[in-house]
């Protein structure tokens, strides 16, 4: 089953931009790189998703290394809000499976 | 548009009894899945089904059995429940492609006693 590693807690402060960081270095072609986030005591949203090139959204960018072996979620200016915990996961057909494992997440502080 | 149903949202069970924890979605989704996620821990895949009449297993299966014989519907049954089974349980659903988001339900919260 394909993996991905994340800092277990990240810290920022408010109205600064976060870099979370996820390893994926068994990714296959075929893999879709997702980013989750749960708030406390609620199920885990949606932000953004990508294969190759980089992507913008309106809660978030996502950068991919040219190999693939890694990403970074930016949050472009934190909020006391976005104090969540966020999944890196990867979502494809590699080994014919649809096994979303998720793992432990990194859980970010943001500091007013 | 209800998106992920869940019931009930909390259960108290004792050891030996089963249940059946209750996952709807209305978007047609053909990929359903269910997470346990325990106190400060991440989401652990057990079960998922990829359309009517097909379950597969996840992580961790053991105590859990599925079925799936409509679109909409995933239920959970726990035969003899543990208290290794309290957990928050989470129902997920998407399209069938890799670039489809997963939706989530706001969870079931189990105690074994």
């Known amino acids: 089953d394909a993996k991905t590693t994340q800092p277990n807690s990240m810290e920022s402060n408010e109205e600064e931009p976060v870099h979370l960081p996820c390893n994926h270095s068994?990714?296959?072609?075929?893999?879709?790189i997702h980013w989750y986030r749960q708030l406390p005591s609620q199920g885990p949203e949606y932000v953004i998703h990508g294969l190759t090139s980089n992507v913008n959204n309106r809660m978030a960018s996502l950068a991919i290394a040219e190999d693939r072996k890694s990403s970074t979620l930016i949050l472009h200016r934190a909020t006391l809000r976005d104090a969540a915990v966020y999944y890196c996961i990867l979502r494809g057909f590699s080994s014919g499976t649809y096994k979303y494992i998720f793992g432990t997440g990194t859980r970010l502080k943001v500091l007013a | 548009n209800a998106g992920v149903t869940q019931t009930p949202k909390f259960q108290v069970l004792k050891t030996g009894q089963s249940m059946t924890l209750q996952c709807a979605q209305d978007m047609n989704h053909e990929y359903m899945s269910w997470y346990r996620q325990d106190p400060g821990m991440g989401l652990r895949l057990i079960h998922y089904?990829?359309?009517?009449?097909?379950?597969d297993q996840g992580e961790v299966p053991n105590g859990y059995n599925v079925s799936r014989s409509t679109t909409e519907d995933f239920p959970l049954r726990l035969l003899s429940a543990a208290p290794s089974q309290t957990s928050v349980y989470f129902c997920a659903s998407s399209y069938g492609d890799s670039l489809a988001p997963l939706h989530f339900g706001n969870g079931t919260r189990l105690t074994v006693t």
């Open positions: 089904s990829v359309g009517a009449g097909i379950t």
């Open positions: 068994t990714i296959s072609g075929t893999d879709y």
